[in-house]
C-alpha cells in the first residue's frame, strides 16, 4: 500500500533529489519502476494510448535513445526520468531530453532509493560517452565517499554491461571489470544496463546474477516492482518522518505568521 503526501510542484529539476519542496514522501519504499534503452517500445510512443504510462512512479533510461522519445516519456508519464547518456548520445549536448534529468556521473536519492548512474560504454574507437577501464575506475572512484555517505547504493543504471556479465565479444560491445568490481564492493540490488540488443542474438539472456545483485540488460524495456529490503524501509520510514514534521514546523509557523 502506498502513501504520499504531496508537498509542493517543484521549482526547477535539480531540486528533485533533497531540497525539493514537490517530493513526493513515502512511508514505504514500493515503486513500479520503468527502464528503457537503445531502442524505442512502439507501444510506449507510436502505440501509445492515454494512460498507459499512468502505473509507473519512476522512469530510468540507460542510453542510446532519441531525446524525442525521451521528452515524450517524461511528458505523457507521472514519473520523473533519470538518465545516463549511451555511446549514440552526443546529440544530447544539441538537443537535451529537456524535463529528464541526467544522473550520469551521480549518485542520486529518490523516495529514499540510492541510484547511481555511469554512461558510457568501453573505448572502441573515437567518439563520445567511450571510456577505458582505468577511466571508467576513476569515475567511480570519484563517487566514493558519496556512496558511502549514503550507506550504499541499490541501483545502478549504466550503458554498458560488466564484463562477462551479459557482454558481448567484439570490441563495441565488451563490459567493464570496474563494473564487476562496483558490485563486488556495494552489492545494489539491481543493475540495469543497455547496449545489448536483444535482438543482437536470439538466446540471449536478458538477467544474470552476481550474488543476489540482479544484473538486467533493459534493450528497450524493462519493467520491475521496487520494493526496499525491510531495515532500508525503517531507515526512510524514519527520514520521511523527520522531513514532514520539519515542513510542519517551517510552513506550519509561517502560515500563522499571516
Ligand atoms: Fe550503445
Known sequence: MKRH????PPDRPKDLFLSSRKLILKEKTEMKILAVSDEECPALCDFYVPGRLDDYDLILSCGDLKPSYLRFLVTMSHARLLYIHGNHDGRYAEDP??????????LVTYNGVRILGLGGCLWYH??????????????IRKIRHAIRKAGGVD???THAAPKDLGDLDDPA?????????????????????GHIHQRYGHRLPREHRRENTRIINVSERYEFDYEAPADRNAEIVRITRQRR???????????GEN
Open 97 to 106: 531530453p529537456a524535463g529528464c534529468d541526467d544522473i550520469d556521473g551521480q
Open 5 to 8: 503526501v504531496i508537498v509542493s
Open 173 to 193: 560491445h565488451r563490459g567493464f571489470q570496474a563494473f564487476v568490481d562496483l558490485i563486488d564492493t556495494y552489492h545494489p540490488l539491481y543493475f540495469l544496463h
Open 126 to 139: 573515437d567518439g563520445p560517452y567511450q571510456y577505458t577501464e582505468a577511466e571508467m575506475a576513476r569515475r
Open 155 to 157: 541501483i545502478v543504471i
Open 245 to 255: 514534521e520539519l515542513e510542519n514546523l517551517i510552513f506550519g509557523e509561517y502560515q
